[in-house]
């Protein structure tokens, strides 16, 4: 087995993750501006249609820096809190460039969306209720459940018949008169599937199924097609990326024949989180122990699921590379290692039986694609310090744009007596 995704990509620029770790400490995350700029405008060119706009779905990695580019790029954002909206207005996007998708909330969080001019997305009949008789006459936008579901693990399915989002399709007439009760204007619908679909059937399916719903409403102004583009997480195993130019074909079909028929030329959006981000990051961190318990063989590391909660929750994959001296270590002498990090569960496992080389105290390891729902995920779980993150700019340079944790951090919001 070869490990070559941060050579192919000359991920680390003009330097190595000895050096980053060596500056900034372990565990790091380290995020490529190139491959984060080039994924951004494979999803600004997914629909040739003119009126269609690509939005980053912030939740899979919020770091401001980032949201720059995503923003010199040319994509809106969703948000899914206040919080997420504060910072995209520090990022500078526009209140026009930002959609709230709104998940059973509160009305000081919708009136937080309204007070900055955004559109919220509205989530359940009773939370349009909600809405209604607190801002009456005023514009929204309505998540539907389009029936189907897309995703790599039962818990990131957002579609279909098991799941707490949006509102059900044969709903419609009762969501009619709610905006007929408190003068409400539907500006537009929306939609998610689930996350992480390698096939472009199901995103189609899901597609098609929220135009038929679209055509119950006169004078919407955008439809959004939802996000959930899946990334290859086995590329050392050749697994494909996800076929842009079949979805890119498909969908201009698909839009092209509603249009006509819709007699309107709305805006189409689309919410990808995961493309975006995942395949710019990777988090390093460095070995201090391996020993064997039974016929295991454990690796330990600083990087605990307190860096890292995928493989923790979802039973994520993740490919991994080990680096000896800043150089990538590649042999085919491989034999099965579980590693693990330095939080006190036995679920605190980043790699189960995974064949490697031989490994050794100080050795650096890179788990690949954690630029999305990595540091988001983040936590001081056993009072451990957070990591710094890392941007390698388009000129190899490397560019500190999260400090790291101190001590005093884990005190700061402490109040007083």
Request: aromatic share 10%.
């Amino acid at each position: 087995m070869k490990f070559y995704y941060t050579v192919s990509t000359n991920f680390y620029g003009n330097t190595n993750p000895e050096e980053l770790i060596l500056k900034y400490g372990s565990p790091l995350y380290v995020y490529n501006e190139h491959i984060l700029r080039q994924r951004c405008r494979d999803m600004v060119r997914l629909v040739d249609y003119p009126h269609f706009k690509a939005g980053y779905s912030v939740k899979a990695n919020s770091n401001i820096h980032l949201l720059k580019v995503i923003l010199e790029e040319g994509l809106n954002a969703d948000a899914m809190s206040p919080g997420e909206i504060f910072l995209l207005l520090k990022a500078g996007f526009n209140p026009n460039q930002i959609l709230y998708v709104s998940n059973n909330v509160s009305v000081d969080e919708m009136k937080f969306a309204v007070d900055n001019n955004i559109t919220v997305s509205i989530d359940s009949l009773s939370q349009l209720e909600l809405f209604g008789r607190t801002f009456p006459g005023s514009n929204v936008a309505i998540r539907f459940n389009p029936g189907i579901g897309a995703g790599h693990n039962e818990k990131v399915i957002t579609g279909g018949k098991k799941t707490k989002f949006g509102v059900n399709i044969d709903l419609v007439p009762q969501v009619k008169d709610i905006l007929k009760r408190y003068k409400l204007k539907l500006i537009g619908i929306n939609q998610h599937i689930g996350s992480l679909f390698m096939e472009g059937e199901p995103y189609l399916k899901g597609a098609k199924s929220i135009l038929d719903t679209a055509k119950h409403f006169d004078d919407l102004d955008f439809v959004d097609l939802g996000g959930g583009f899946g990334i290859p997480y086995h590329k050392q195993q050749g697994e494909k990326s996800l076929n842009i130019d079949y979805l890119r074909h498909e969908l201009n079909i698909l839009i092209d024949r509603w249009v006509k028929d819709y007699g309107k030329e709305i805006t189409f959006k689309t919410q990808p989180g995961r493309y975006v981000i995942a395949e710019c990051g990777v988090l390093l961190g460095r070995v201090h122990a391996i020993k064997q318990n039974s016929s295991t063989v454990y690796v330990g590391t600083d990087i605990g699921f307190n860096n890292l909660m995928r493989p923790v929750l979802y039973d994520s994959y993740h490919e991994l590379e080990i680096y000896r001296k800043g150089n990538i270590i590649n042999s085919d002498e491989v034999s099965p290692v579980t590693i693990v990090g330095n939080i006190c569960e036995s679920g605190d496992i980043i790699a189960k039986n995974r064949p490697l080389p031989p490994l050794c105290e100080g050795d650096i390891i890179g788990v690949m694609d954690t630029g999305a729902y990595g540091y988001s995920m983040s936590s001081n779980y056993n009072s451990r310090l957070k990591p710094a993150e890392v941007l390698i700019n388009e000129n190899g340079e490397d560019i500190l744009i999260r400090r790291r944790d101190t001590l005093e951090d884990l005190v700061r919001n402490f109040c007083h007596s």
